[in-house]
C-alpha cells in the first residue's frame, strides 16, 4: 500500500527558505516520478514541479527560478526546498505520486495529507 | 497559467446525480485529453478517481463518470451516497510538462 507524508517546519520567516520532506512507503523511490503541489487560499491548487531518482525534473515557471526538488534513496524520501519565501508562499504542500513512464502524461495517483507552510515574521 | 474554473459548490440528494464542470482554454483542457478528477475529504490524502479524460482508477464505482466537450470537462456523481460528500478538482496537462488544477468543488449531499 503506497503512502506519502508530509513533514518539515511549519512557520518560515519572510524570505527565508521553506524545506518540507515526504517520506514514501509501500513503494521504492526509485521506480517513479515524485511531485510537489500546493493550495493557497488565494490562487488554489499549484503544481509546483516533479522528479526522478535519476535526476530527471521539471518545474512550474512561475517557481523555477525559487525551487529545488531532490530525492533522498537511502531514506526513501524527497524533498522541498522553496526559497525566498513570501506570505504568499502561506499554502498546504501537498506531495504526490507522479506515475509516468515518460510517454504520454502521466497522473497524480497517489497523495500524502499536506502540510501547513506559514511564512510570517 | 490560470486555474481551471469549477463551480464553488453542487448538491444533491441521496440517489440523485450531480455534474461538476471544469473549464479551461484550447491551451489545456481542450487541447489535451489528459484531464484528472480527484475527490478530498479534508484532512486526508486526496484520491484520483479519473484519469485520462474517462478512466476510472482502481476500486472507484461505476458511479463516477467524467468526459470533455471543448475547454470543458465534466464529472458526474449519479446514485449519489453519502460518502460522496467532499470536495472535488480537476487537474489538465498543460503542455511543455506543465499541470493546471481547478478551483475545486464542495459537493453537499442533502
Known amino acids: 500500500q503506497v503512502q506519502l507524508q508530509e513533514s518539515g517546519p511549519r512557520l518560515v520567516k519572510p524570505s527565508e527558505t521553506l524545506s518540507l520532506t515526504c517520506a514514501v512507503s509501500?513503494?521504492?523511490?526509485?521506480?517513479?516520478?515524485w511531485s510537489w503541489i500546493r493550495q493557497t487560499p488565494g490562487k488554489g491548487l499549484e503544481w509546483i514541479g516533479y522528479i526522478h531518482y535519476n535526476g530527471n525534473s521539471n518545474y512550474n515557471p512561475s517557481l523555477k527560478s525559487r525551487v529545488t526538488i531532490s530525492v533522498d534513496t537511502s531514506k526513501n524520501q524527497f524533498s522541498l526546498n522553496l526559497n525566498a519565501v513570501t506570505a504568499a508562499d502561506t499554502a498546504v504542500y501537498y506531495c504526490a505520486r507522479y506515475n509516468w513512464n515518460d510517454v504520454g502524461v502521466g497522473d497524480f495517483d497517489y497523495w500524502g495529507p499536506g502540510t501547513l507552510g506559514t511564512v510570517s515574521s | 497559467q490560470s486555474a481551471l474554473t469549477q463551480p464553488p459548490s453542487a448538491s444533491g440528494s441521496p440517489g440523485q446525480s450531480v455534474t461538476i464542470s471544469c473549464t479551461g482554454t484550447?491551451?489545456?483542457?481542450?487541447?489535451?485529453?489528459?484531464v484528472s478528477w480527484f475527490q478530498h475529504h479534508p484532512g486526508k490524502a486526496p484520491k484520483l478517481i479519473i484519469y485520462?479524460?474517462?478512466r476510472r482508477s482502481s476500486g472507484v464505482p461505476d458511479r463516477f463518470s467524467a468526459s470533455k466537450s471543448g475547454n470543458t470537462a465534466s464529472l458526474t456523481v449519479s446514485g449519489l451516497q453519502i460518502e460522496d460528500e467532499a470536495d472535488y478538482f480537476c487537474?489538465?496537462?498543460?503542455?511543455?510538462?506543465?499541470?493546471?488544477f481547478g478551483t475545486g468543488t464542495k459537493v453537499t449531499v442533502l
Open positions: 485520462e479524460l474517462f
Open positions: 484550447s491551451s489545456d483542457v481542450g487541447a489535451y485529453d489528459y
Open positions: 487537474c489538465s496537462y498543460a503542455g511543455n510538462n506543465n499541470f493546471v
Open positions: 509501500g513503494v521504492s523511490i526509485t521506480t517513479y516520478y
